[in-house]
């Protein structure tokens, strides 16, 4: 699994990137080595991790497990199970945000390996009809937390397909998002199957061959 990655001028649940880490390690400390049934934390103590009182702490925890950080167990109880996810903030790399010179160079780099892709990857039974980015990278902005990166994919015709040792689509569409998602921490891949799919706004970077008038 990639490492979570956090951006030094971002805030997550109210808190700073290096505090919410920090707070994060301090829970992640309390379960080490506990079955994931039996990483419970009371919240008395997890209020007391991220240095919050009550009133404040209540909402905190709130929101920790509408993300998924923490789980409430069934019952009368005021435990909270710590999930892998939390440990995954315990354990993520502070970075700083992504220019747009760099996001430039990605989406240049994401389209360049689309190329290749479909020039070379025979077992794969799909090929990928564009390259799309959406979302942020559209807003302009100077700094970014994150490339979402959409892949319109279809499948290869026969004639470019290897005829041995084929992959399924399944392994063909994980092997798509764990090579340009490679690319950088800060690529979020996304796979559809037609450009309308895609979250708007956005911009063709690259299209096949095959597509162009």
């Not at 404040?56 to 923490?70: E, F, M, S």
């Not at 994401?110 to 190329?115: D, G, P, T, V």
């Amino acid at each position: 699994m990639k490492q979570r990655t956090l951006v030094s001028d971002r805030r997550y649940f109210g808190l700073d990137a290096l505090a919410l880490r920090a707070a994060a390690g301090r829970v992640a400390a309390r379960v080490a080595g506990l079955a994931p049934d039996r990483a419970r934390v009371r919240g008395a103590f997890l209020r007391q991790d991220f240095g919050v009182d009550t009133v404040d702490g209540r909402a905190l925890l709130d929101d920790l497990c509408a993300d998924g950080l923490l789980a409430r167990p069934e019952g009368p109880t005021s435990d909270f199970l710590v999930t892998p996810r939390l440990v995954e903030y315990a354990a993520a790399r502070v970075v700083e945000p992504l220019s747009r010179v760099k996001a430039k160079l990605l989406v240049s780099r994401a389209c360049e390996l689309a190329e290749r892709v479909n020039r070379e990857w025979g077992r794969n039974p799909l090929e990928i009809a564009m390259i799309v980015p959406y979302g942020s990278y559209l807003a302009r902005e100077q700094r970014m937390d994150e490339l979402p990166l959409a892949l319109v994919v279809r499948s290869r015709p026969e004639s470019r397909r290897a005829r041995w040792n084929r992959m399924s689509k399944v392994e063909g569409a994980k092997g798509l998002r764990e090579t340009f998602g490679d690319l950088s921490s800060f690529v979020r891949v996304r796979l559809v199957t037609a450009v309308e799919a895609v979250p708007r706004p956005f911009t063709v970077a690259w299209q096949s061959d095959d597509d162009r008038m």
